[in-house]
C-alpha cells in the first residue's frame, strides 16, 4: 500500500450520476461512490488517463462537469468501502457482492459494485428489479437496452427469460460480460449500440435510460415490442416525466412506480390491457 492516494470527484447534475458513474467504474476499475450530484474515485494509480476519458465522455455527451483532485493519507479505504456496501433485496432477488454469502430461498444475484455500476442501490435499479420481479415469465424474450452492468438482464435470466442485452458504452457491455460470467449464467446476444440494431422484437423490453435518451429511442423502442408485450421505463427524473409520457402515449400504462424523486413506467401494447 502506498503511503497516499489520489481522491478524484466528478461533480455533475443529479441526472447525468449514473451514466457518469457507470463510465468511471469501468475506467478506473476500482471502488466508486456515488451521491445526488457527485461521483468520487479512489485510487493509488496514475489518474491522466482517467481524468482525459472522462473530459473526453462529458464533452461528447454534453454533460457538465468540475473536476475536482487531492492527495490524501492511505488507509485501507477498499476495506472500509467494502464494509459499507450492503446486500439489498429487491423483489425476489438478493444482490449482493461477493464478500457477502448467497442469501437461502432469494433469488441471488452477484454483483461486484467495485467493479461496475449498476448494483441495485440506486432508486432506478431498484424499482426495475421489482417490476422484472413482478412482470417478467420464464420463456419470455427480454431485451435491457442501456445495459449498464447486466444486473436487468441477468434478473430477467435468473427467472427463465431468454435475454439480449445493449448499451453504446462499449465499457458498459464488457462489464454486463463479465458479470454474467460471474454468475454462471448466459445471454443470447449483447453488442455495442442500441435497440435499433436488431431485427427481434421482444415479450419484455427494459430501458433504464435518463428521460431526454428515452424520449429520442421511443420510436425504436415500441417497434421492438411483440404483441400483448410490455416496456419498463426508469432513470426518469419526476420534474422530467412530462417529456417522456407524450412519447409513449399511444401505449397503455399499467403501472406508475415513484421511489424517491425516480419513476418507472410500465407500458403495454396489449389492446385490451384495461379489459
Not at 432469494?106 to 459494485?113: R, V, Y
Not at 433504464?208 to 410490455?230: F, G, H
Request: charged share 25%.
Amino acid at each position: 500500500m502506498n503511503d497516499r492516494y489520489t481522491e478524484l470527484t466528478f461533480v455533475t447534475e443529479t441526472p447525468f450520476v449514473d451514466l457518469l458513474a457507470d463510465f468511471v467504474a469501468s475506467a478506473g476499475g476500482e471502488a466508486v461512490e456515488y451521491g445526488s450530484d457527485r461521483v468520487i474515485l479512489r485510487t493509488e494509480e496514475k489518474t491522466e488517463s482517467i481524468i482525459e476519458a472522462v473530459e473526453a465522455l462529458a464533452e461528447e455527451a454534453k454533460i457538465p462537469l468540475t473536476i475536482q483532485t487531492e492527495q490524501k493519507e492511505n488507509v485501507d479505504w477498499i476495506q472500509a468501502y467494502q464494509d459499507s456496501v450492503r446486500p439489498i433485496e429487491a423483489g425476489p432477488f438478493y444482490i449482493h457482492p461477493e464478500w457477502y454469502a448467497p442469501k437461502e430461498g432469494a433469488i441471488n444475484i452477484l454483483i461486484n459494485p467495485a467493479l461496475a455500476f449498476g448494483s441495485g442501490h440506486h432508486a432506478t435499479t431498484y424499482s426495475c428489479l421489482e417490476a422484472i420481479g413482478n412482470y417478467v415469465k420464464t420463456g419470455q424474450e427480454v431485451l435491457d437496452v442501456g445495459c449498464g452492468s447486466g444486473i436487468l438482464a441477468l434478473a430477467a435470466r435468473k427467472l427463465g427469460a431468454t435475454v439480449d442485452l445493449c448499451d453504446t458504452d462499449p465499457l458498459a457491455v464488457q462489464s454486463a460480460k463479465e458479470n454474467f460470467t460471474l454468475n454462471g449464467e448466459t445471454y443470447r446476444e449483447i453488442w455495442e449500440g442500441s435497440a435499433n440494431k436488431t431485427e427481434t422484437r421482444y415479450d419484455v423490453v427494459i430501458a433504464n435510460i435518463i428521460a431526454d435518451v428515452l424520449k429520442a429511442i421511443a420510436p425504436q423502442l415500441k417497434r421492438k415490442m411483440e404483441k400483448n408485450s410490455l416496456l419498463i421505463l426508469s432513470g426518469i427524473l419526476d420534474r422530467k416525466e412530462a417529456i417522456v409520457t407524450p412519447a409513449f402515449s399511444d401505449l397503455t400504462l399499467l403501472e406508475r412506480k415513484q421511489n424517491d424523486e425516480w419513476i418507472t413506467l410500465i407500458y403495454t401494447n396489449a389492446k385490451d390491457a384495461n379489459g
